[in-house]
C-alpha cells in the first residue's frame, strides 16, 4: 500500500471512473484528536447500484458528488439522495458537493441553484476542484469535523443516560402541605414571649 498522499492523488485527482468501489483512509485533526476516516469511493453508474447501496449501512457520512459541468449528474443527486435516506443511518451526515469548479466556463449547474437544494434537504454545500485541489481537503475537513462532534455528543448523552453515580441519580420529590386544618404552635419571629 502507498503512502496517504499516493491514496489521496488516486482517489482524488486522477480522471478514471470509479469502477464499483475504491477504498482509502484519511487522517486529520480535530480538537487535538487524530480522526481517522475510511472513505468508500462508490461509483455512480446505474450498472452498480446494486453493489453500493450496501455500502450505505454503517455509513456515518458521505459526500454526494456531482459535476458542475453536466447537469444529469446533478439531476441524479436527488435520486442517489433518496437512496441514501432510504438505506442509510437516519443520523448520516451528508454534503453536496459541486465537482470540477476549475470548469467555470462550461459552468452548467448554477451555484445558487445548487447552494438552495442542499439548504431545503439540510445538506453541507461546497464547490471543489480535485485537478487544482480547491476546497477538496475543506470538504472532508468539513464533513469529518461535523462527524466527529455528532459522534462526541452522542457518546457523552449515552455515558450522561446510562450513568448511575449519585449526582446523575436525583430525583425531584414533592411534598405537599399538611392540610388537617391544625396550626401549628410557633411563634413569630419577634414576637414577645
Known amino acids: 500500500m502507498g503512502t496517504r498522499d499516493d491514496e489521496y492523488d488516486y ?3 486522477e480522471s478514471k471512473s470509479t469502477i464499483g468501489v475504491e477504498f482509502a483512509t484519511r487522517s486529520i485533526q480535530v480538537d487535538g ?4 476516516a ?9 450498472r452498480y447500484r446494486a453493489i453500493t447501496s450496501a455500502y450505505y449501512r454503517g455509513a456515518v457520512g458521505a459526500l454526494l458528488v456531482y459535476d458542475i459541468a453536466k447537469h444529469l449528474t446533478y439531476e441524479n443527486v436527488e435520486r442517489w439522495l433518496k437512496e441514501l435516506r432510504d438505506h442509510a443511518d437516519s443520523n448520516i451526515v451528508i454534503m453536496l458537493v459541486g465537482n470540477k469548479s476549475d470548469l467555470r466556463h462550461l459552468r452548467a449547474v448554477p451555484t445558487d441553484e445548487a ?3 442542499a439548504e431545503k434537504n439540510n445538506l453541507s454545500f461546497i464547490e471543489t476542484s480535485a485537478l487544482d485541489s480547491t476546497n477538496v481537503e475543506e470538504a472532508f475537513k468539513n464533513i469529518l469535523t461535523e462527524i466527529y462532534r455528532i459522534v462526541s455528543q452522542k457518546q ?3 455515558r450522561a443516560a446510562h450513568d448511575e453515580s449519585p449526582g446523575n441519580n436525583v430525583v425531584d420529590i414533592s411534598v405537599p402541605p399538611t392540610t ?8 413569630q419571629c419577634c414576637q414577645s414571649l
Open 11 to 13: 482517489l482524488f485527482k
Open 33 to 36: 484528536k487524530t480522526i481517522k
Open 38 to 46: 475510511q472513505i468508500w469511493d462508490t461509483a455512480g453508474q446505474e
Open 115 to 117: 447552494r438552495a437544494f
Open 156 to 158: 457523552i448523552a449515552d
Open 180 to 187: 388537617d386544618g391544625q396550626r401549628p404552635n410557633k411563634l
